[in-house]
Structure formats: structure tokens, C-alpha cells
């Protein structure tokens, strides 16, 4: 093929990768379920655009009052706020950020700068990237107003800050691929991160009980931080404020150096994913031992649940222990219930802002209802090519997707239990009333979710792997479906709950609660009978989507 035609020019060659994605894209936007996924997430991406505008006015007001108070090396501290961000974030949310595909993107003929090149665009392309460089052009804006002189060091540090950035975060996102291509690697690292994500809410009641014996010993340990990306961009625009040439060309350096080391270990990583690198596992040889097999006959007997219904719980249990993070899920409602009693509860660290035992109950009824409840939008995450199975089974969807719900409804009973009992044991009985009431809300909240949670689940289903990190995000649609849902019946609990308050009568809630949990079940019987037809209606979007 070199003898035919001449390879195009690096630029030339992202420009035709550029255009290929965006055709693809275009072309895929012909599904009607991929225009409500797009939907979806632009509908998401509003509520975190405003987060966005409002921290880069904090940070353009933060810049412009560092300048114009003379303290320009507290700068330090919003650079260090956006590296922070811009390398953790990413790993928080490695479901949702763009996945460099050097596996696809090694059938078009590029070369190993464009390839590279491409790498680092994929780079600038996540959430955190996006969003750490709208601030940063704030700090310039802000810098600009307070002190048009030092604008042109400014946006030299800044340039080297983001290159700076980019190369580090796709260099630990790539060291991290490797290091968790192996399922024991995942299952630990996942293990780590879930219970750090969990300490961290520890941390404040830690500062306000140890914080003050604990500040003089971080300000000491401080300057052993100034090599570090956030020091070295504030020290250089301090120098440059101050005049100190010397000193700003040092913390040019330092960011020159983290950029151009960071950018050689990245070369050699994307050089070996060039050459064919392919990385994953293979399951060891297992020799199969034959076992005598007890003959079962079951016998559907009148009242009971059928066999395909227990057949179903029981697969949703086996997919629950092997997924590692959906299984460390379980300890984070108990453990919640443990730091909020704590931070909040009487007796508190917090003394002046704790809260009532009555107001907790129903909080932690919603926050159970939130974290456990959502995965049932995306019922059939995980089934893959196992979605043709149903189909070709002697077996009815609503028994498939009656199984999957009380599954997930039990699950969700054992983890608001068990709150409620660590809830009783710090902070006493309720009182017969609000448990009751809550109970009764809880019912309620979860049965009046699995009808339409049954619906975005055959009409805008999302392929996920177990044991896989990169890529696990549901439907657009699912989430802000799941968000509408759950903000309108946390309102409607909240409404009932506060009208036996206004009322005086503490039994209202639950006799309401009875009356809605009632009307909820009825119209769930009713939707489970629709659900075959739709499950037919949507075959081709199930197996397309799930096989792919």
C-alpha cells in the first residue's frame, strides 16, 4: 500500500479520524433510542454545566482578589484545587469519561505521532479536562483585570499547567488499564477505593475534633509540596508579580519537566497499545470434576412463586457476588447511617446543627431508596448475549422481570433494616407512628418505581460488564428518568410526612401511606401484564444493544 499512496500529514490524519467519529455519531442518531440517549445526557449536562459556571466565578473572583490584596502566592491553592480535580475526578467517574479506543483506531493507517496526538485529544475531551481549563481561562480573565502586566505569564504558566495535566492524567489512566486488566487487581483496587471514598466522610468529623493540633504539623509539611504541578504554577506567577525573574523561570522549569517526563513515559505506553498491545485475561484451566446431580422437580403450587421467578432471584443474586463493586454497595448505607448519627445526630460533633431522631428515619429511607434502587432503570445491564435466552425460553418476561424485582425489592428491605436498627440503636425508638409512616413511604417509594423502572429498562437498555470499570455508565435516558422519578415520590413522602406535623394527627402519614402503597401495587400488577408486548415490540433494540 506505501507504493499506491502516500500517507497524509499527522494533522491531516486526526482531521480524518475526526471526521470518521463524527459521521459515526451522526449516522448512529438514525436510532431513535440513540436520540433520547443524547437527550438524556445533555439534559445532565446542564446540571453540570451550572456547577461548572459557578466555580469558575469563584475562581475568576478568587484570582482577582489574590492580585489585587498582594498575596498572589495563595494562587498555589486554586492550582492545586484544579490538579486535584482535573487527575481524581476522572478516576471517580471512569464510567462516564471518553475511552481512548487504540484498539479501533489501530484499523486506519496512522502513524505513531498522529496516534499519540490522538491519545492526548481524547484527553482533553473528559469532564474534568473541560471544565479545569474553563477555569483556568477564568484565573486568566481575573489575572487580566487585577493585573494586565502579569498576563502574558500568566497564560505561559497556564499553557504548561494544562500540558502539564493532560500527559499525567492519560499516563495514570493508562498505567491503571494495565494494572487493572487482571480481575484480582480490579476486585482489590475496588475494594480500596470504595472504603477510601467512604473514609472520606470521616474526615470533617476528624478536623473539627483533631484539627487544631493537627494544623501546625500540615504547615510544616507543605513546603516538601512545592515540586509538585499546583506549587510550581502559583510560585511562578507569584515570582512574575513580584518581579523575580529568577524565581518564575524556576517554576517554568519545574512544570517543563513534569511535562516533558510525564510526555516521554506516555510516548513509550501509547508506543507498546501501537505496536498491538492487547490487554485482558483469559481463564485458567479448570479441571471439571463430574459430581452426581439431584434430579429437582419443581412444583408450582398455588400462592407461590414459580420456578422461573425463583430461577431469576437467584441469578440476580450470583450476578450480585460476582460484581465487586454492586456487592460493596451493600456497606455503604450502613456505614452512612454510622458517620451521619455521628456528624449530625445529637450528641454530635456538631452540636449546634444536629438534628432530630425524627427527621433521620425518613432521610435515610431516601438515601437507601437512592443508592440500591437505581441499577433497576437498567435491569438488563449485565445479561449480554444471555438476552436471547428469554427470548427463546419457554418463559414470560413479566416472570423475568418479576424475578429481577423482588430481587432487588428484598435487597433494598435488608439494607433499610439494617439501617433502621443501627438508627434505633444510636439514637432510640421513634415512636410507632413515624416508624410506621416510614416503613409504609418506603413501600411505597420502591412499588411505585418498578413499573416505570421496568419500562426504561426494555425500551432504553445499556450493555455493562461485570467487573469492568471503563465504559459502565446507564442509558441518558435511565438517569434522568430515574432522577425525575425519584425526586417526584421523595417530594410526595416528604409532603405526607410534614402534613401530620401541620395537622397534629401523627397517624395521617401512615394511613396515606397505605392508601398510595395500595394504588401503587394494583397499577404494578397491572403494567406486569403489558410488559411481554413490549418486550416483543423492543427485541431488536434488546439483543442489538445488549450483543453488541
Known amino acids: 500500500m506505501a507504493d499506491v499512496g502516500k500517507l497524509p500529514g499527522v494533522f491531516e490524519q486526526i482531521r480524518l479520524v475526526a471526521g470518521v467519529r463524527w459521521l459515526m ?45 498582594h498575596r498572589a502566592s495563595w494562587l498555589a491553592l486554586l492550582f492545586w484545587g484544579i490538579f486535584l480535580w482535573w487527575q481524581v475526578f476522572p478516576v471517580f467517574v471512569a464510567g ?72 499525567v492524567e492519560r499516563l495514570i489512566g493508562s498505567w491503571m488499564e494495565k494494572i487493572l486488566a487482571k480481575r484480582k487487581s480490579r476486585e482489590l483496587f475496588l475494594a480500596l477505593f470504595v472504603m477510601g471514598m467512604v473514609s472520606m466522610n470521616f474526615l470533617n468529623p476528624a478536623i473539627q475534633k483533631y ?29 512574575a508579580v513580584s518581579a523575580n525573574v529568577h524565581g518564575y523561570w524556576l517554576g517554568m522549569g519545574g512544570l517543563f519537566t513534569w511535562a516533558l517526563l510525564s510526555s516521554a513515559f506516555l510516548w513509550q505506553r501509547f508506543a507498546a497499545q501501537y505496536s498491538g498491545e492487547m490487554i485482558s485475561e483469559s481463564a485458567a484451566p479448570v479441571v471439571l470434576k463430574r459430581r452426581a446431580r439431584k434430579q429437582i422437580v419443581d412444583v408450582e403450587r398455588p400462592g407461590s412463586l414459580s420456578p422461573q421467578v425463583l430461577a431469576v432471584m437467584e441469578k440476580e443474586f450470583r450476578y450480585m457476588i460476582r460484581n465487586g463493586f454492586a456487592f460493596l454497595q451493600l456497606l455503604l448505607p450502613p456505614i452512612m447511617v454510622v458517620f451521619f448519627t455521628y456528624q ?40 449480554g448475549k444471555g438476552i436471547q435466552t428469554y427470548f427463546m425460553a419457554p418463559v414470560r418476561f413479566q416472570d ?56 426504561s429498562s426494555l425500551s432504553f437498555p445499556k450493555k455493562m460488564e461485570i467487573g469492568k470499570m471503563k465504559g459502565q455508565r446507564n442509558s441518558g435516558v435511565s438517569v434522568w428518568t430515574a432522577f425525575g422519578v425519584q425526586i417526584v415520590l421523595m417530594s410526595v413522602c416528604a409532603v405526607i410526612l410534614l402534613a401530620g406535623k401541620w395537622t397534629g394527627n401523627v397517624w395521617l402519614p401512615s394511613v396515606a401511606f397505605v392508601a398510595l402503597t395500595v394504588a ?11 410488559v411481554n408486548g413490549l418486550a416483543e415490540a423492543k427485541k431488536e433494540v434488546l439483543i442489538e444493544t445488549l450483543t453488541r
Open 96 to 167: 462516564f469519561g471518553s475511552n481512548f479506543e487504540f484498539a479501533s483506531l489501530l484499523r486506519f493507517p496512522l502513524s505513531r505521532r498522529a496516534f499519540y496526538l490522538l491519545g492526548l485529544g481524547y484527553g482533553l475531551s473528559d469532564f474534568a479536562a473541560i471544565s479545569s481549563i474553563v477555569w483556568i481561562l477564568c484565573m486568566i480573565a481575573g489575572a487580566a483585570m487585577a493585573r494586565p502586566g502579569v498576563l502574558p505569564a500568566m497564560v505561559l504558566v497556564s499553557f504548561l499547567f494544562v500540558l502539564t495535566n493532560v500527559t
Open 520 to 530: 401503587a401495587f394494583a397499577g404494578y400488577a397491572a403494567s406486569l401484564k403489558a
Open 344 to 383: 449530625f445526630g445529637p450528641g454530635s460533633v456538631l452540636k449546634e446543627h444536629s438534628l432530630k431522631p425524627a427527621v433521620f428515619f425518613p432521610g435515610v429511607l431516601g438515601y437507601v431508596i437512592l443508592i440500591l434502587l437505581s441499577p433497576a432503570y437498567n435491569s438488563f445491564a449485565f445479561e
Open 25 to 69: 455519531l451522526k449516522h448512529s442518531l438514525r436510532r431513535k433510542n440513540n436520540v433520547w440517549d443524547l437527550i438524556g445526557m445533555i439534559w445532565v449536562g446542564f446540571f453540570t454545566a451550572a456547577l461548572v459556571i459557578g466555580l469558575a466565578f469563584a475562581f475568576y473572583f478568587g484570582t482577582y482578589q489574590f492580585l489585587t490584596m
Open 211 to 239: 484539627g487544631h493540633g493537627a494544623r501546625p504539623r500540615i504547615a510544616e509539611l507543605l513546603p516538601y509540596l512545592s515540586w509538585m504541578p499546583g506549587s510550581l504554577a502559583g510560585n511562578a506567577v507569584g515570582a
Open 400 to 455: 423475568v422481570l418479576l424475578g429481577k424485582n423482588l430481587y432487588l425489592a428484598a435487597l433494598v428491605g435488608f439494607e433499610f433494616t439494617l439501617s433502621l436498627a443501627l438508627l434505633i440503636w444510636r439514637l432510640g425508638w421513634p415512636g410507632a407512628p413515624m416508624f410506621l409512616a416510614t416503613a409504609m413511604a418506603g413501600v411505597f417509594a420502591v412499588v411505585g418505581q418498578l413499573a416505570i423502572a421496568n419500562w
